[in-house]
């Protein structure tokens, strides 16, 4: 099968590239309520490429939220059913000016393809549509397919998991097929294997009722700028372990075994801290870089803002302080309990003089995905035909809460063959996608349909 798809792959590439810049000109940031026409527009782009890769049937369904493009083809309710998913929507584009090319223009520089959403997740997703255009056109589909593509992701899937209840008999499957993360190197694929829970905070501090000259009440009142900063502080230790009390009560440790494995992986710290420019790698003392996103826990903040921070200087004692916290947790670790004891906890830091308030945005579970089901052992061959390398197993740092709820409403597991890299820059400015993780993607793809098929009868 596999000189079939790269001969495919050849005779189509200029035309699916076209298509997916197509779907990576359209600004979709779900955060944003006026691109609301742009979700739309996204589903609706995306519900037409499904049926023109030979979906039976595509629809744009509305949610609270944004909507969910669902397709699908059913050759045979006896075989099993992969089920697709991923997210049309992207992350706002802002520092705009840090951009070498527009976020929406899409553009191939140095072999690689620059734009928002280019790997996160628009150019991953499309892989799996061209994939199956592959199989179905070819006559080689082995399996019903579904797709169930949302546009909140970004915002925290918040009308996913009613979505899937109530459409539980549409979406009933025996995996869902997910390409949303990273992989260790083109050299060096993998399959992931773990994601980490989130909780994510806002917090609000107040001082005076009023905005103050800095000048005639600084150093006689508390500043809740310096305050919110003394607070943060506080939350890591010299060890930069977390200090909120109970925080590390469900953290499971991993073996010894399992540790001695992970340190396999061909990760080079050097390469690492060269490709984001920083001296040193700081984290949670005893514990290597690749534990500490994998099986550890962390906080970071995300913004802090208030004050003056305009053009000039502004002598003023700001009356409000802000900061959005989140804590990425480990799989065991439950996003709700970790919410209150944070809450608990920032809310009995505060200093005297201030008012302290916290709250939850959004978050979810982590994720385990077992090495020990036929999709893992699937995918496991799919990649070595492919690349000529067996794929390692892979703890991600990032975190995608709606996988942990489709097992929860739907019974239905998760594989997660991510083809982006770290240097992909998702969320960030210039993200781009390298083309050969594009191409590479959609070879692999149909090898794990084909094994899938044959492992799960
Ligand atoms: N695709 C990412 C998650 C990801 C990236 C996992 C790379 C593993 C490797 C996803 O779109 C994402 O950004 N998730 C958010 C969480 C969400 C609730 C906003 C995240 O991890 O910050
Ligand atoms: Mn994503
Ligand atoms: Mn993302």
Redesign the pocket.
Known sequence: MKEKIVDYIESNRDRFLEELFGLLQIPSISARSEHKEDMYKTAEYLKKSLLDAGADSAEVMPTDGHPVVYGEKIIDPSKPTVMVYG?YDVQPVEPLDLWKSEPFKPEIRDGKIWARGAD??KGQLYMHVKAFEFLVSEGELPCNVKFMIEGE????SPNLGKFCKENKEKLKSDIILVS???MIGQDAPSI?TG?RG?SYMEVEVTGPNRDLHSGLYGGAVANPINMLAKMIASLTDENNRITIPGFYDDVIEVSKEEREEMAKAPFDVEKYKKEIDIDEVVGEKGFSTIERTGIRPSLDVNGIWGGYTGEGAKTVLPSKAYAKISMRLVPNQKSEKIDKLFINHFESIAPPGVRVKARKL?G?EGYVSPTDQPAYRAASKAYEEAFGIKPIPFR?G????IIPLFEEVLGVKSILM?F?LESDA??SPNENYPLWNFFKGIETIPLFYKHYSEMAK
């Open positions: 997210h996160d997740d992701e970004e915002v925290g949303d993360t990273t992931t994601l989130l959004h979810g991600s990032g975190s995608i809460p991510g982006g998702i969320h």
